[in-house]
């Protein structure tokens, strides 16, 4: 147990569905991050908020929509997605975008888009 | 970020040292070390982290060449449990937030 939970931590949807993740830590740590994990790739970092403010959008489609209403919670909001994003997106935190100790990760959404 | 080379797989008899390499030959003076691993469906877990001196903590202790070339993660005593995979990354910490470059990693498959 890290002190990161995200829900749900599986999720089959169609392209044409809407659908959201959910990441709350129990850290009280200011930045979040958004990844995805690939089959066979490595992780590929997606968003950065810090202080509920994205400061990184990596290049990522607009299929994907971030939502960080505050410090503790974070939203990845997903619509009409591809089957190429059927993956495992995990949520993380750190004290401060500059922590240098630990990046505290959640267990993870294994998301299937048929 | 320097990039770093481990080897795709290890294997380790339970109970022995398990010790996983990471050359990082383009390795610059402010770049730390850090060490990752992700067990199988779960989200990455913070092992160790160095600079140039060796480091120990209750999970794994973390040797570094003189030149830190090349590291070391050392799980002195490997059960079933530590079986995931090894995730060897440099960074720099004056960045502005700490972005993490995960390669592939060393799958370790310890053995009864």
């Known amino acids: 147990e890290t002190g990161v939970t995200q829900t749900p931590r599986h999720l089959v949807m169609g392209m044409t569905n809407k659908k959201s993740l959910k990441c709350e830590q129990h850290?009280?740590?200011?930045?979040m991050y958004w990844y995805k994990q690939s089959a066979k790739k490595p992780l590929e970092l997606m968003f950065v908020y810090n202080f509920k403010e994205q400061t990184e959008n990596n290049s990522v489609p607009s299929r994907f929509s971030p939502e960080c209403p505050n410090s503790s919670h974070l939203f990845l909001h997903l619509h009409t997605l591809q089957p190429e994003d059927s993956a495992l997106y995990l949520c993380?935190?750190?004290?401060?975008?500059?922590?240098?100790?630990?990046?505290?990760f959640g267990p993870g959404t294994r998301l299937t888009v048929l | 970020d320097a990039k770093t080379t481990q080897p795709p797989s290890m294997d380790c008899a339970e109970g022995r040292a398990a010790n996983l390499p990471c050359n990082h030959s383009?390795?610059?003076?402010?770049?730390?070390v850090y060490w990752y691993r992700q067990i199988h469906s779960q989200g990455p877990q913070y092992i160790i982290h160095g600079l140039k001196n060796n480091e120990t903590n209750e999970m794994a202790s973390l040797i570094i060449t003189e030149d830190r070339k090349s590291s070391t993660l050392i799980l002195p005593h490997a059960t079933l449990r530590d079986t995931a995979v090894y995730y060897c990354i440099v960074r720099v910490l004056n960045t502005g937030f700490q972005k993490l470059v995960f390669g592939t990693g060393t799958r370790l498959l310890v053995s009864p």
């Open positions: 993380a935190s750190t004290r401060d975008p500059g922590d240098t100790d630990t990046q505290y």
């Open positions: 850290l009280g740590h200011n930045a």
């Open positions: 383009t390795i610059s003076g402010n770049e730390y």
